[in-house]
């Protein structure tokens, strides 16, 4: 299968309310194509993370992969990091709300508060099961993309409709600021 073979789904589509289900041994073959395809989309569309939902694929996968870019310009760098079947074991005590925007919400920006860190575990793309802390942008990212796994998306988490903007107005007005 070719990437392109995947789409990017929008909000409305119910594949994007879904539960996902576990990655099992037996898939690891077809999760590799599944993590290609979600690694070219959110190059492709200029995010810094995906999850398997957002393509269509009801599988508990994500890539989450913090860098600067035009939609995110203090974002720190990391290598992007493919978690299969995650889940957030610890969250700091510290909230934050910053603005977020996502693959399948186009055109859309909501401010959502979040957990500042957030201990993981999670199976790496060999099968082995690993555990990390993540802070600050990559914690975000993660808590974002684990909500597309449970049926979610940012949209759910903004306090009111006032803490929801186009993009016009959030790169004019709000990181302008």
Same mark, same amino acid.
Request: aromatic share 8%; proline share 8%; hydrophobic share 40%.
């Given at each position: 299968?070719? &990437?392109?073979?995947?789409?990017?789904?929008? /909000?409305?589509?119910?594949?994007?309310?879904?539960?996902?289900?576990?990655? +099992?041994?037996?898939?690891?073959?077809?999760?590799?194509?599944?993590?290609?395809?979600?690694?070219?989309?959110?190059? %492709?569309?200029? *995010?810094?993370?995906? #999850?398997?939902?957002?393509?269509?694929?009801?599988?508990?996968?994500?890539?989450?992969?913090?860098? =600067?870019?035009?939609?995110?310009?203090? #974002?720190?760098?990391?290598? =992007?990091?493919?978690? /299969?079947?995650?889940?957030?074991?610890?969250?700091?005590d510290r909230l934050v709300s910053?603005?977020?925007?996502?693959?399948?919400? &186009?055109?859309?920006?909501?401010?959502?508060?979040?957990?500042?860190?957030? *201990?993981?575990?999670?199976?790496?793309?060999? *099968?082995?099961?690993? /555990?990390? %802390?993540?802070? *600050?942008?990559?914690?975000?990212?993660?808590? +974002?993309?684990?909500? +597309?796994?449970?049926?979610?998306?940012?949209?759910?988490?903004?306090?009111?409709?006032?803490?929801?903007?186009?993009?016009?107005?959030?790169?004019?007005?709000?990181?302008?600021?």
């Open positions: 299968m070719m &990437p392109t073979d995947f789409q990017i789904v929008e /909000l409305g589509d119910p594949r994007l309310r879904e539960l996902a289900k576990p990655v +099992h041994a037996e898939q690891m073959a077809y999760a590799q194509e599944v993590a290609e395809a979600m690694a070219y989309w959110m190059k %492709e569309r200029g *995010g810094v993370g995906i #999850a398997a939902p957002q393509i269509g694929v009801s599988l508990q996968m994500m890539i989450i992969a913090s860098r =600067p870019n035009n939609r995110y310009p203090d #974002a720190p760098e990391m290598e =992007p990091m493919l978690m /299969l079947n995650p889940e957030p074991k610890t969250f700091s910053l603005w977020e925007g996502c693959l399948s919400v &186009p055109g859309v920006r909501g401010k959502v508060t979040r957990p500042d860190a957030v *201990g993981v575990e999670y199976m790496d793309q060999s *099968g082995q099961s690993r /555990l990390i %802390e993540l802070k *600050g942008f990559p914690a975000r990212i993660f808590l +974002h993309e684990y909500d +597309h796994l449970i049926g979610k998306t940012f949209v759910d988490r903004v306090a009111s409709v006032q803490d929801l903007v186009t993009d016009k107005v959030y790169f004019e007005q709000i990181l302008s600021t």
